[in-house]
């Protein structure tokens, strides 16, 4: 498979997400992987798409492999950091988001791709910290 036709499915991929067509990504994915197992592109669309599907721990699964095969960058650390939190593991989730948050913070606009990783980092870790408190709040309240 070319770059070009791992980017056009990378894209249509995110396109059929976007249009809530998740199953259909899924299914794209799954079948591009199976002629090109080890493209990090691929993978990181598939962890996406599965975190679109809710299915956290086979998200973290994928993107923590798409980590492996190449290498990172702030965009898929945060999809990391998320699937992280949101398949129980907590602490390095909270962490990998603040280092998205303070890299970005240090490296400026260096990509493109930095200012929708720092919103969405941010955003994420802002969400889980009010979760965290309401639980916290109703724990101490009920006797």
Known sequence: MTPQTVHAIVKLADHMNSAKRHEQAL?????ALKVQPDTQPL????????GHLRRWPDAYDA???ARELGPTFPELECHLGE????SGHM?????RLQRVLAQTQVQGVATSEQPQAYRRAGFVLATFQ??????RSRSTSTP
């Open 130 to 135: 009010k979760v965290a408190a309401g639980l």
């Open 27 to 31: 299914t794209l994915l799954t079948e």
């Open 43 to 50: 993978v990181i669309a598939l962890g996406v798409t599965l």
């Open 91 to 95: 602490r390095e989730g909270v962490s």
């Open 83 to 86: 699937a992280e939190l949101l």
């Open 63 to 65: 993107l923590s492999r």
